[in-house]
């Protein structure tokens, strides 16, 4: 076994079993990304042939290994609220990623289908793992809303923190390279494209002399805005007014207002 979690070696998760090491989280919290999103959509997400069974033993599962993983990241958890507010959120997480299916579907003309989308796009890869993950780092729940969107930037090349908020019928075109940071604030009815990064000017530091954690250092994106690949806009006094429009390869670190075309530095 590899290395144990600092302090919680010899520890008992409240079930009769020993606490895992790093490696054993990690492999435990995917097959509990699998678990909720097939929970949302059997029709996509599950492994086996979609029947009312293994659409009840997903459930059943994903309660399980919540039950089991809150308690080794947070031992002084309610493991039952936790659990219970991750599951009910699944409702609204799907209602939010119909919105992203849709804007998706309307904003790529090579879009067969809603379901090619979601089988195949890698912006609705990362983006239906980041609204789970998203919704566990607002309960609080450390380590794993982290792992679970390093497992999408893994395997799409987009890159999102799950602290950050992004409003519905959000889609990202192509998608790799894409970097949105912790205090990130997306509107609604926003696209961007491939190697975008919505990052941090610069970082304050402590007397330490360490970056000063916990504060906002990215940007604000307001709805209807359009990035187009490349560009990069830093800092968390940084706002893109509505409906604007922001060109390839542009470097921004200041605002522009509603109704902006931005086409050079």
Not at 10 to 33: P, R
Not at 35 to 44: A, G
């Amino acid at each position: 076994m590899g290395s144990q979690i600092p302090g919680r070696e010899n520890e008992m998760n409240g079930t009769g079993s020993k606490y895992i090491g790093y490696s054993g989280l990690k492999d435990q919290t995917i097959v509990l990304i699998r678990r909720l999103r097939s929970i949302m959509y059997p029709e996509v997400f599950e492994e086996c042939p979609c029947t009312a069974t293994t659409v009840i033993e997903s459930s059943v599962e994903a309660e399980q290994i919540l039950r089991e993983l809150i308690p080794w990241v947070k031992p002084d958890a309610d493991v039952d609220a936790l659990t219970n507010a991750v599951l009910e959120g699944l409702e609204g997480i799907r209602d939010t990623l119909e919105t992203d299916i849709q804007a998706a579907y309307d904003g790529d003309p090579a879009a067969r289908d809603k379901t090619e989308i979601m089988l195949a796009y890698p912006g609705f890869e990362a983006i239906s793992i980041f609204r789970i993950a998203h919704m566990m780092f607002g309960l609080g729940i450390p380590y794993i809303p982290r792992i679970m969107t390093e497992y999408a930037h893994a395997h799409t090349g987009i890159d999102i923190h799950p602290g950050a908020t992004i409003g519905p019928y959000f889609f990202i075109d192509h998608g790799t390279g894409v970097v949105i940071g912790e205090t990130t604030v997306i509107g609604e009815r926003v696209k961007i494209y491939q190697g975008v990064t919505l990052g941090a000017k610069s970082f304050p530091l402590g007397e330490d002399g360490n970056p000063v954690k916990g504060i906002d250092r990215h940007p604000k994106i307001g709805n209807g805005v359009v990035i187009y690949s490349g560009a990069t806009i830093l800092g968390g006094d940084t706002r893109i007014g509505d409906n604007s429009v922001i060109g390839g390869n542009v470097w921004l670190t200041h605002s522009v207002p509603a109704n902006s075309t931005i086409l050079r530095n």
